[in-house]
């Protein structure tokens, strides 16, 4: 189900003196099973954007098609199209809203006027996706939960509704580092195993190094690049004049590079740094 942006153009306070415009003509395709990064300076448009894919903006200028459907279009199911592209915010606060966990999982497939037994294995698979324990955690007062378990909630309720397209609005931020890298696990096993194409939203450039497969890269609402992950860090000149920063092993590369080191461009794990450097320090052993 493949999500097509057609000369989007966004404003807020549209027609009055405080009118104000956040996207300027966005063209993009997001292809079905894509694990696709977007990153940009604080005030960029990443958000605005996104929250056209799942119809939370609807376009005035221009036209967003998913999976064929124009969302401008009067006559255009928007409840099955936010069904089908999940939207997990940034706050989870601002997303859960019933008493006990159990009962905001369940929010989506029961307006799905589903039976009682589905929506109850619904449920169960949704919480056993994002690693919440369905025993003790059903009845569990939903705002008693940790930052993590939130988060986790949070992506539950809307796995839910079994979403063929996942948007993750920056859902690590303000999580300790433990609890970070257990939502990135999920994620990660989220598009592995089931395919679900995701938009990744961050602040991190580790983060999205690690995760994402292409990167587009938003700059006063407009796309500035969009590329393989290798090809968009490669640029770091033109990242950083936009205030973004290298992930923290392009950066140890780079100064490498100019202290001598022979190291390939475009590493962003840390296995592939070790690996690299390894065989440098063995070449350079080598050659005394």
Known sequence: MPIEVINLNHSYKEGTPFEKQVLFDINLVIDDGEFVGIIGPTRSGKTTLAQHFNALHIPRRGKVLVDGVDTKDKQADLIT?????????????YQLFAPTVGEDIAFGPLNQKLPGSEVEKKVREAMDQVGLDYKTLYNRDIFALSGGQKRRAAIAGVLACRPRILVLDDVTAGLDPRG?????????????????TIIFISNSMDEVASMAERIIVIDGGRVLMDDTTKKVFARFAELRSIGLELPEVSVLIDELQQAGFKLPDGILSVNEALHSISSALREMEAQK
């Open 81 to 93: 199209v936010r069904h089908r592209v999940g939207y997990v915010f940034q706050n989870p606060d």
């Open 180 to 196: 970070r890298e257990d939502i990135l696990a999920v994620i990660r096993k989220l598009h592995r195993r089931q395919n679900i």
